[in-house]
Structure formats: structure tokens, C-alpha cells
């Protein structure tokens, strides 16, 4: 009795998108997870490498699912698992939309904590991300650049466009700094900074509000430009680079 007392007290209930996965011995496996009450949970998954495994390919990345885990010393367990978006498949057939999903999760991966309240807004974020690169709603570099804006912003470090990240002075101003939050004008600006086109200026804005009609619109050097000012932003606030946004196709 105390001992299943002890497991029910122990066991907890949440729904999460598989961020990453890696094996564990022979059989077992390691999912990264970003659950909507928990935060970054890591767990193992037992015996899901073997093929009789009942849950195996509801544990896999871009996945989203009902679970049942158990708290563990370093690493909770994975009991249960209940497929309820099965993105994968979609995103994996089309290498554009597997990187840039992959950024994505990679991106998640490092924003994410074990704070559930604080990671809620990350966790919205990418499911809806997800679920609109699985559906083709948007060119996938378009959606993982407006995702990593919102994700950035959801973190605390939100970008300014419109106005002098420093002084507050309004814009439109013409040098992006990554290290002062954004555009700048001319007497905060430092040697050196950047001098976007107020196109791509403009671009960034969209991205960030979510505007989809001037984002679908952009030319391809416009979009360029603009991600890389976001790899460039990501990578500063972050301190560590984004590997995947490397593999990301750019029309």
C-alpha cells in the first residue's frame, strides 16, 4: 500500500512536444521535452528502441503527446505516452521544413527551463509553430524567423524596431546593434554597427508582429538579410549558436 502510494505521489500528468532525443544503452532512450506545465523535462523512455515497443513513435522529435511520467533522481520516467499531433511525418518529408523545425526545437531546447510558469509562453510558441510548418502555411525559413523573434521576446529580450533600443527615441532609425537590443539612432550608435536596409527593417518588424501578408510578400534578398541579423541576435543573447541555422534553406 505505502509502496503504491509512493509511486501515485511520485507519478504526474502533463502534455509536451519531444525536443530531442538520444539513446541509452541498448534499448532505452532520452527524450528532451518541453511540457506545458513542467517546463524542460528529460526523461527516459524504456525500451522504446525495441520494435515491439508500444509508444515508440509517439516519443519522437516534433511530436506532441499526452504523458505519464514518474519524478527520478537525474531523470524522469516516461510510463505513458498518447500521440495527440503527429507532426513528424510532415515535417520530416520535406528537408525545408525539417531544418528549419529543427531549428526550432533547438532554439526551444536552449530558451526552455525546469520553470513551467516562465517556459508557458515558450511552450504556446512552438506549437503553434509546429503545427504551422506541418500544415505548409508559410515558407519555413519565414516561419522559424518570426518563431525566433517571438521566442526571443517571450524570453525577455525582446527586439526594437521602431524605436532607439537604447534611448527610447522614435524611429525609424538606421543602425542595428544586437548587443543594445536593436535599431538605434545615430548619437547611441557605436563604430561599427550595422546599417540594414529599411526594407529588411521593415521585414523584421513583420516578422515579429506576425504580419503574414508582408512577410509571404518579401523578396528573397530582403529575407536574407534579415535572418541573418536574427542569427545574429539569437546567437549573442543566447551565447551559443543556433547549429541547426546552418542547414536552413534560403530561396
Do not use: N
Not at 538520444?22 to 534499448?27: D, T, V
Amino acid at each position: 500500500m505505502a509502496r503504491g502510494s509512493s509511486f501515485a505521489s511520485a507519478s504526474y500528468r502533463d502534455t509536451g512536444v519531444v525536443l530531442r532525443t538520444y539513446p541509452l544503452g541498448e534499448a532505452d532512450r532520452i527524450v528532451v521535452l518541453l511540457t506545458r506545465e513542467h517546463g524542460q523535462v528529460r526523461a527516459v523512455a524504456k525500451g522504446v528502441r525495441r520494435t515491439s515497443s508500444k509508444f515508440g513513435s509517439r516519443l519522437e522529435p516534433f511530436t506532441l503527446s499526452d504523458l505519464q511520467l514518474v519524478h527520478g533522481r537525474s531523470l524522469d520516467i516516461v510510463s505513458q505516452a498518447v500521440a495527440r499531433k503527429t507532426w513528424a511525418t510532415a515535417i520530416a518529408s520535406d528537408y525545408s521544413r525539417f531544418t528549419a523545425a529543427a531549428a526550432m526545437v533547438e532554439a526551444a531546447e536552449q530558451l526552455s527551463t525546469d520553470d513551467g510558469q516562465q517556459t508557458r509562453p515558450q511552450y504556446d510558441l512552438l506549437i503553434g509553430a509546429l503545427s504551422a510548418m506541418a500544415r505548409g502555411l508559410h515558407a519555413p525559413d519565414q516561419l522559424l524567423d518570426s518563431y525566433l523573434l517571438r521566442a526571443m521576446s517571450a524570453a525577455g529580450w525582446a527586439p526594437s524596431f521602431t524605436v532607439c533600443a537604447q534611448c527610447g527615441d522614435p524611429g525609424p532609425h538606421r543602425s542595428f546593434v544586437a548587443q543594445l537590443g536593436g535599431m538605434v539612432c545615430d548619437r547611441c550608435r557605436p563604430p561599427g554597427s550595422l546599417s540594414p536596409d529599411v526594407r529588411v527593417v521593415a521585414h523584421l518588424q513583420a516578422l515579429l508582429d506576425g504580419d503574414w501578408p508582408r512577410v509571404d510578400a518579401v523578396e528573397p534578398r530582403t529575407a536574407r538579410a534579415a535572418a541573418g541579423i536574427i542569427g545574429a541576435y539569437v546567437q549573442f543573447h543566447l551565447e551559443h549558436a543556433v547549429k541547426s541555422l546552418q542547414l536552413v534553406e534560403r530561396d
